[in-house]
């Protein structure tokens, strides 16, 4: 029952649809025949599904408003994504937030957006009251298209199209490239709010376990032949939540199997300016028009001046565009207008210089507080602000992040970023919010308290 539930839910059975023969759902299932005739006469008598004298069952109407906690598979809401998104948000400033996906308030340039600010309201042309052009300014398109060229290959200004986020940019290329039902291949783990996304288009969500350099090439290759997806929706280096970093080896065979395989590449690169040293992407020229690229300030700049981006073959941007007009008819003119000038003088690039500094000193010292804790690091990154780390033998993610909660501290469990749900025992900490003197001894005293998971034990008797 709760099989058909999910299913409606997804709008993977819309109204009208016929549901599988009692016998198919009895294989599928490994139950008897009865337990299928059962579960369908209940959901009848609910009016969730009807009966057609001689023609099997089939999906009532109409459909329930779509709620997004019911697609997928029923979870502890400390592991669920939208839970952890909401209380990111909700749980207050005093709160401690070790598991939260941006940097402190006081590392983010606040007199230089205010500087920016008054610059902006003296300028008699500037976008104050008007709507910004269906792309965005010409001048941040262009702005971007050189920071980019110095990080890696030259990017026109023609294949970019500004949005209010991060998120929407990824939004509008799902809404432009995948139908629902069809197959998506994302990162095991990856950053939570992908599987949401993909969770509101309805997607087939495919893991694909990750390693230190990129995801398992064989399992990775195992899931083109097995479900055909349409898409790959990755981060580029530093990866969420792990802080793996793409290799260069891994980066060409993804680009090539997506050629065979008919594969898009879509890759989130908004930590991309907080990583030092060269760096591997799929969006350079190897990866030619299959890679569409995202980006935004909000990590870099401000949560508050709400400005991504995506870059995508000259021929979809029109019909993005045109998507992005749909949805939200235009950008954030005022917002474009104020990024151009912690652009222009020079401004954002000094403080994105400081912040890998920064974090480069935090980094460390994070390993050592948690290390000190037992918890240890996956991996240990040389970049980035995300450390994903093993909780110690017994402690569950979940189990912690509520009783975290309740104690004011905020925390990132492990299988909310996993599809699979095989990261129980794993949690994110976000190093550049780890340096109040406090918190050692509160994340000790809840790990000490947290109930731990008693493994079972083996009998010394033989089995009969």
């Known amino acids: 029952m709760q099989f058909v539930r999910r299913r409606i839910a997804a709008r ?7 549901l599988p023969s009692l016998r198919g759902m009895a ?32 999906v009532a109407g109409p459909l329930a408003p779509l709620a997004l906690a019911e697609i997928g598979p029923r979870l502890d809401r400390q592991i669920d994504p939208l839970w952890v998104s909401r209380q990111s948000l909700d ?54 298209a050189r920071h980019l060229g110095t990080r890696g290959p030259a990017v026109d200004p023609r294949r970019i199209l500004l949005t209010d986020s991060g998120t929407q940019a990824v939004d509008l290329l799902c809404r432009f490239l995948i139908q629902p039902g069809d197959a998506v291949l994302v990162d095991d783990p990856c ?42 929706l990755s981060n580029a280096g530093p990866h969420n939540p792990t802080g793996a970093r793409l290799s260069a080896i891994k980066a ?11 594969l898009i590449l879509i890759e989130d690169d908004l930590f991309g300016d907080l990583e030092a040293g060269p760096y591997a992407r799929l969006a350079d020229e190897e990866g030619g028009d299959r890679v569409a690229q995202v980006g935004s300030f909000s990590k870099t700049l401000s949560a508050s001046l709400r400005c991504g981006y995506l870059i995508a073959r000259e021929d979809w941007l029109d019909a993005l565009a045109d998507l992005r007009t749909a949805t939200t008819f235009s950008g954030a003119g005022l917002t474009q207008a104020v990024i151009v000038r912690l652009l222009q003088d020079g401004a954002w690039q000094q403080h994105t210089r400081l912040l890998r500094q920064r974090l480069a000193l935090a980094m460390p010292r994070a390993i050592g507080l948690l290390d000190a804790l037992g918890l240890r ?24 992040a509520r009783a975290g909660l309740q104690q004011g501290l905020m925390l990132a469990p ?51």
């Open 252 to 262: 060409r065979r993804i680009q090539a199997l997506a050629r065979v395989h008919d």
């Open 12 to 18: 993977e059975w819309p109204p009208g649809a016929r």
């Open 377 to 400: 690091p996956w991996h240990e990154p040389d970049t980035g602000m995300f450390l994903w780390c093993r909780l110690p033998e017994g402690i569950d993610g979940a189990r912690l």
């Open 414 to 464: 492990g299988n909310v970023f996993s599809q699979t749900r095989t990261a129980g025992g794993m949690m994110r900490f976000n190093v550049s919010q780890m340096d109040d003197p406090g918190l050692p001894g509160r994340l000790a005293a809840l790990i000490r308290n947290c109930p731990r998971d008693t493994p079972p034990t083996l009998s010394s008797e033989k089995s009969p």
């Open 91 to 144: 749980i207050g400033a005093q709160a401690l937030k070790p598991g939260c996906g941006w940097l402190p308030d006081d590392w983010m340039p606040r007199d230089a957006i205010r500087r920016a600010l008054r610059q902006v309201a003296r300028d008699p042309d500037a976008p104050l009251t008007d709507y910004a052009p269906a792309l965005g300014l010409p001048a941040l398109r262009s702005l971007i």
């Open 27 to 58: 294989l599928q299932h490994g139950v008897s025949k009865s337990t299928v005739v059962e579960a369908y006469d209940r959901l009848a008598a609910e009016g969730i599904i009807r009966a057609r004298a001689g023609a099997g069952f089939y």
């Open 191 to 232: 950053y939570f709010n992908f599987l949401a996304l993909l969770r509101a288009h309805r997607a087939r969500i495919i893991g694909v376990p990750h390693e230190p350099d990129g995801p398992d090439m064989d399992r990775f290759e195992a899931a083109l032949r097995t479900h055909r997806p349409r898409l790959y």
